[in-house]
Nanobody, 129 residues
Framework: VQLVESGGGLVQAGGSLRLSCAAS????????IGWFRQAPGKDREAVSA????????YYTDSVKGRFTISIDKAKNTVYLQMNSLRPEDTAVYYC???????????????????????WGQGTQVTVSS
């Protein structure tokens, strides 16, 4: 599976960005896909994820109400709409995916365990204060 990310950049606090990740090469119809991020000097953390089969979603607490994940199954593309951005959102954002049917419980387990099969190369998001 290949993942191609786009949409990162520099934005002022309070602004918005939309990240896109186009996936290709899946063997199976269903998969979990989402975004992780890593800021300088910090551990990588899960931001948001979605199941292609039932559209279950996961958000880390710090982005709830500000970020929205969505999927275009026909294009195997996932989007992360990021609003009300804060300086603490600054990080490299990585698209990640694993094949298989993930209901809400399995999606949460996938995120928590970072059971990721494939990673994108990452896109920089910088939020200035």
């Amino acid at each position: 599976v290949q993942l191609v990310e786009s949409g990162g950049g520099l934005v002022q606090a309070g602004g918005s960005l939309r990240l896109s990740c186009a996936a290709s090469g899946y063997t199976y119809d269903d998969y979990a896909i989402g975004w992780f991020r890593q800021a300088p000097g910090k551990d990588r953390e899960a931001v948001s994820a979605i199941s292609s089969s039932d559209q279950s979603t996961y958000y880390t607490d710090s982005v709830k109400g500000r970020f929205t994940i969505s999927i275009d199954k026909a294009k195997n593309t996932v989007y992360l709409q990021m609003n009300s951005l804060r300086p603490e959102d600054t990080a490299v954002y990585y698209c990640a995916t694993s094949e298989g049917d993930h209901n809400l419980l399995l999606l949460r387990m996938w995120v928590i365990s970072e059971g990721v099969e494939y990673w994108g190369q990452g896109t920089q998001v910088t939020v200035s204060s």
